[in-house]
């Protein structure tokens, strides 16, 4: 395990619940978005700000963290790619065991994603980074009945006249088209 960044906003420290079941803290605070907190088409940008709104509760087995967290996720249109911006609020809670001590329903520590706290510090980034990314749309779109773009010229659908098409053939079926001109040539001339 490596040691926690103790300067970091998203690292927070429990030493005031002093491991007494019961015990509770409320932290309120604005942090900066860490790098890579989204996918690649929509994600919350590195820097901007994002509000937490936690409860840190003293439990027999650690401290249990819950709240909510709040940022803006930008991104693009999948269909059409215009920029998109929305407010983001997602909920919080995970468990972070005290150091060799697992919970009751895991008695023989098989249980592999569990956060342990590193002294009286624990580290909000990894569960805020699992809740936003969870939280964004797989494929984001500006409206859900946006047409996207003409796979013809590119232009965007929803600016387009209305009946926006393009007369274009398959090129698999051109040369059948050409046999086609020419058989109705063939039966004009012969009338």
């Known amino acids: 395990m490596t ?10 420290d ?5 491991r007494r079941p019961g015990s509770m803290r409320v932290v309120r605070r604005g942090v900066e978005a860490p790098a890579d907190l989204g996918t690649a088409v929509v994600g919350v940008a590195e820097g ?6 936690l409860r840190l509760e003293a439990v027999m087995e650690g401290v249990l963290v819950s709240g909510t967290a709040r ?30 001590r697992a919970p009751e329903d895991d008695p023989d520590g098989t249980q592999d994603d569990l956060h342990e706290l590193d002294g009286d510090h624990l580290d909000v980034e990894p569960v805020l980074r699992d809740a936003v990314v969870l939280a964004l749309p797989f494929q ?28 274009s053939v398959d090129p698999r079926w051109a040369a059948l088209q050409g046999l086609a001109s020419d058989r109705g040539r063939t039966y004009s001339q012969e009338d």
């Open 14 to 18: 429990t030493r005031e619940l002093s």
């Open 48 to 53: 901007s700000p994002v509000e937490l709104d």
């Open 3 to 12: 040691t926690l960044d103790h300067r970091s906003p998203l690292v927070l």
């Open 71 to 100: 940022a803006t996720s930008t991104g693009e249109c999948v269909r059409c790619l215009d920029p998109l911006e929305r407010e983001l609020v997602v909920d919080l809670q995970e468990l972070y065991t005290y150091p060799g």
């Open 140 to 167: 984001p779109v500006c409206s859900p009945d946006c047409p996207g773009l003409c796979a013809d010229c590119g232009v965007r659908l929803a600016d387009a006249e209305p009946g926006h098409h393009h007369d």
